[in-house]
């Protein structure tokens, strides 16, 4: 009689047993288990990615970062925001002077508030973004100071921007590693998002997206292996019970050995099962400690707060996973740990109120300041442009490489649709939550290809999962070597020398056009600029800087590093910005005193430049002018100093016969004769609170052509300066020419361009 043979059955590994949904590697029963996951089968039973190669890729992505923003040609601008809502917002903090938009200022109050602050106030243009991301540079330039460093802050924050974003190979590695506990398929999209053009070009730019997303990946994956680890621990208390009850019926030794090392998801079952301790069988201990979940749960409402938009992230990527959540609801709901992790989540969300209190000064919530204005009342897309719904999908159609793999996903989704194993189950959540993320944005008005950053990550996990498959597919059909892992090897370095080599060459460079495709409106100068402005900052004669190029496609004061008056172009005028225009605001540091568009002290509209010569001849504090090259100038007066790509640096020669020669032709350009021109820049004057200014363009205006218009303006203009007899005197000549009623009526706004055109209304 044969003895019955003992089933002993091999233990789960550690991370199997914490997870569901670990696959089985490249080939199933053909791989070997690593130690850090199933990967390919080799001679030593590691996977095809030695251990530690996510920190290679983290490493050599953070030294070609920084290598390369070191460096001044890549000192372009992707888009304002990262200058005027990172660097320069943390300049003015530290230095106490500097540019300062909107978003960042505090609500308008007092009694020398201008009537363009007092609008942008009312349409909820103020406190719209969380001091955190800044207050992070301000503390990163402050602790280099102490250091002594005495070099640009530019590069500095730009380097430390690049070494936070550096790690976001490193963020996707580990959110794919606890979501599959697959070492090879995260080491692909690892290096996939390493390699990224679009992600190269958004992480070497101070932009707020590109910052927090190695944070907030690292969130999502450890809040999807959170909201599991609840549903795998029922199920083994379940699985304990029901074995502890069969175990009370049966005595057979060895067939309690059997059922014992069988047990489904238990990484060590004892031979003895004490059913009322059952309870304490732990799954993810480390992340189950009460630490762990408060701080998943704080970053998690902190970031949400600080980018109120990552909720629609949050809720794309959790989404596939909602009926786990709804199936193991009264579970979680039992826990204490779902309540810990809420709290945390609380904890950050008043953290960031906090914040906006100390920093604005009073109680206000900038994610909903931001909502408001950006979704409830659509005044982005009014100020900024509305974008064909199409427009996102273009930029796939438009790259090769992202056309070629956006449609190999789609296929392998619908081929391997009917496909039960782990791998294919993450490709289509992933591929769902990527295609919400995807149709959410381009449903939105205004549209940006930054706002894709986290869309884009999404994407290259997919592509990850894509060439994993394709190679287990590949190495079976076509073994090129009698080991298969070699094949697979083989195969999958071409695919990643192809992917990484054709976004070499797709990075832009400054020293063409190419960075024209990604620039805010096409811009192609900013680096040309920013070099210049770089060299006037490391003068010591630097009184006043005149500039013709757009001052939101430059460093702005973090470049110059020179606090001096600034004269610059801003859409189609031209704006001073003087000393004695800034706003006082209260900061950390000290009294700041920021220059903010809202308030400034001359206007002049492009096509008056002749009047604008006149104000650079006449106020000799702007001493230094960056102009392009190809700008028709005066010849005498001014030198050339510098020159870098299309624009160069002119200094006033202060030559006594250059002076005398200036003062002639200063005396020689006559005003506009255009009253519309005339009217227009006085009427801006009058709102930015300029009143004397304003009151010489309306009185040209009216010696030139005394229309209905320009009465009303003076009527206005002398009620705000409150001047009551220039008032009457004003009122009393506009009925003597026109009807006292229309008289008592405000002026109709003069608007010569569409983006002025948003109101109240």
Known sequence: MKQRKKHISTPRPRDQMRNPLIADGFLGNNCKKGNHGYDLDNEDGQGLFPRYSEWIVFVVTLVLRCNYVSQKDSWWVLHPDEIFQAMEVAYSELQGYGFRPYEFLPPASGPNVTSARMQESMLGMYAMRSFIYPRILTGAGYIALLLGYNSS??????????????????????????????????????????????????????????????????????????????SVENNINGNVQEMGNGIQHNNNNDYNIH????????????????????????????????????????????????????????????????PRVLTHLKAMLSSIRIYICISGCVTGILTGVLEDFLSYGSFVVTPYQWISFNVFNGYAKRMFGTMPTLFYLQIFFGNNILLFLSVSI?????????????????????????????????????????????????????????????????SSVVSLFSSKCLSQQVYLCFLLFCFISSQYQSVPNSTDNSVKEWTYEGKTDSHDVNVCLDFIGQQSDVTGVFMDRDIHMTGGYTVLRQNVPWFSLINTEFREFSKESRLAVWSFYGNREISITSQISNYVHIQNTPFLLKCLIRQKEYNYLVMKITRQFITRGYVEVFRYGTMHVLKRSFDSQEESYLEKVEK???????????????????????????????????????????????????????????????????????????????????TLFEHERISLK
Not at 443 to 465: M, P, T
Not at 677 to 687: F, P
């Open 259 to 322: 059922t014992m090392n069988n047990c489904n998801g238990v990484h060590r079952c004892n031979k003895q099962v004490d059913t009322s301790n059952h309870e304490s069988v732990q799954i993810g201990r480390n992340e189950s400690r009460v630490c762990h979940v408060f701080v998943l749960g704080y970053f998690s409402g902190l970031f949400v707060y600080i980018r109120p938009d990552l909720l629609s992230l949050l809720i794309c990527v959790l989404l596939p996973y909602m």
């Open 153 to 230: 802050l530019f590069v500095l924050w730009r380097m430390f921007h690049a070494s936070i974003t550096s790690c976001l190979p490193l963020s996707v590695y580990v959110f794919c590693k606890v979501v599959t506990g697959n070492h090879d398929l995260s080491m692909i999209s690892c290096i996939l998002v390493a390699s990224s053009t679009h992600l190269w070009v958004f992480g070497t730019h101070t932009l707020l997206n590109s910052f927090l997303s190695p944070f907030v990946f690292l969130v999502i994956g450890y809040l999807i292996k959170f909201i599991t680890a609840f």
């Open 668 to 750: 020689s350009i006559t005003d506009n004769k255009n009253t519309t021109i005339l009217k227009y820049e006085g009427q801006w004057l009058m709102s930015y609170g300029n009143y004397n200014l304003a009151e010489n363009k309306f009185i040209k205006s009216a010696e030139i052509n005394s229309d209905l218009q320009v009465y009303q303006f003076l009527v206005e203009l002398y009620r705000r300066k409150g001047e009551p007899v220039k008032t009457r005197d004003a009122f009393t000549a506009c009925k003597q020419k026109f009807v006292e009623a229309d008289c008592l009526k405000n002026a109709r706004k003069i």
């Open 410 to 474: 789609l296929i392998v989704t619908i081929y391997t649709f009917n496909r039960t194993s782990a791998i294919h189950d993450f490709l289509r959540k992933t591929s769902l939550t990527f295609i919400c993320m995807f149709l959410m944005y381009s449903l939105q008005g205004h549209k940006e290809a930054r706002f894709l950053h986290d869309a884009f990550v999404l994407f290259y996990i997919c592509c990850g999962l894509l060439l994993y498959i394709l190679v287990q597919h590949l």
